[in-house]
């Protein structure tokens, strides 16, 4: 019995943007136009003759066949194999600068408006660890996060796998090569600055203790000993039982003695007006009662008891 072979289902291709395939149309006619001078030398127009003549400009056009093969294979190439490409073909300055207006405008149909992120907050960082954290978040920002996109903004002293050994903490990147991964992902001038004031401070390495760990403790123990030492000057020591009662003895004793000497004083002054004269002017109060109370003092403080006779007054 003959069975029908089954057929999966075709899938439609999608249509590629209108600058994408005007860019590889114009790459082919280049291509076309090198054969004219591919056989004048005798030689074909073939992708390793492009890359031969790319190879003669330097190593920005250095590229192989099978990377200029696959320029033409549907796909977007990268800035730096269509100015390879261009320039094996033969072609001077004008064309270079066609060709990358045409690759741009190209990358803007493929992959679309640019959506920008809110720019990251980096913060500091002191450590490898935090540099890799801090380019992945620049990179997350970026408008076009990709490596091959990255390494295409960067330029050549920052290929693909550069960019993943740096981002994943294998490789430690050096300033330059800092500066190119920001510019690549349209980081901010504070972005910049950032990345590169923490990428210094891991290259410094950390700071010395101004201390060795010891003379914090010592401190310590210094500020311990003074307080220890002032103590007793803000705060009275706190007496016993016994202790506080000879103290409130010796008060109250002398709180009686204070109010007997100040009864007496009264007592004095009471005794000496009344021994005045009613009708004597006197001008100093204090010094006449002083002159008349002189007498009366001496007695009771026990001065001249061997002249006088106590209680006379005479003699």
Not at 218 to 223: D, F, K, P, Q, S
Request: charged content about 25%; overall charge positive; hydrophobic content about 35%.
């Amino acid at each position: 019995m003959n069975r029908t072979p089954d057929h999966a289902p075709r899938t439609r291709r999608v249509a590629e943007p209108v600058e994408l395939t005007t860019l590889r149309g114009w790459l082919r006619g280049k291509k076309a136009a090198a054969a004219v001078a591919a056989k004048a030398e005798g030689k074909r127009a073939t992708f390793q003759y492009l890359a031969d003549r790319a190879s003669a400009g330097g190593n920005q056009y250095a590229v192989s066949a099978c990377t200029l093969r696959q320029a033409l294979d549907g796909r977007l190439p990268t800035l730096r194999t269509t100015l390879a490409f261009t320039y094996g073909a033969g072609c001077d300055e004008k064309d270079l600068k066609n060709a990358e207006r045409l690759w741009a405008a190209a990358r803007r149909a493929v992959n679309g408006p640019a959506v920008r992120c809110a720019p990251p907050v980096l913060g500091r960082f002191t450590t490898q660890a935090g540099l890799v954290r801090a380019m992945n978040r620049l990179r997350a920002g970026a408008p076009h996060p990709s490596l091959r996109a990255l390494a295409e903004q960067a330029g050549p002293g920052l290929s693909r796998s550069t960019i993943h050994r740096i981002l994943t903490g294998r490789q430690m990147p050096t300033t330059a090569q800092l500066t190119a991964f920001a510019t690549a992902c349209h980081a901010s001038e504070e972005a910049t600055d950032t990345l590169l004031a923490g990428h210094r401070r891991i290259l410094a390495g950390p700071q010395p203790y101004i201390f060795y760990p010891c003379a914090y403790a010592e401190l310590a123990e210094e500020r311990r000993q003074r307080d220890e030492a002032a103590r007793p000057w803000l705060a009275e020591p706190e007496l016993d039982w016994y202790q506080q009662q000879l103290r409130d003895e010796e008060e109250a004793d002398l709180q009686r003695q204070i109010d007997e000497a100040e009864a007496h004083l009264d007592e004095l002054k009471t005794d000496t007006w009344r021994g005045l004269d009613p009708g004597a002017v006197r001008d100093d109060p204090d010094a006449d009662l002083a002159k008349r109370a002189q007498p009366v003092y001496d007695t009771w403080i026990g001065r001249g008891t061997t002249s006088r006779q106590p209680g006379t007054g005479q003699p």
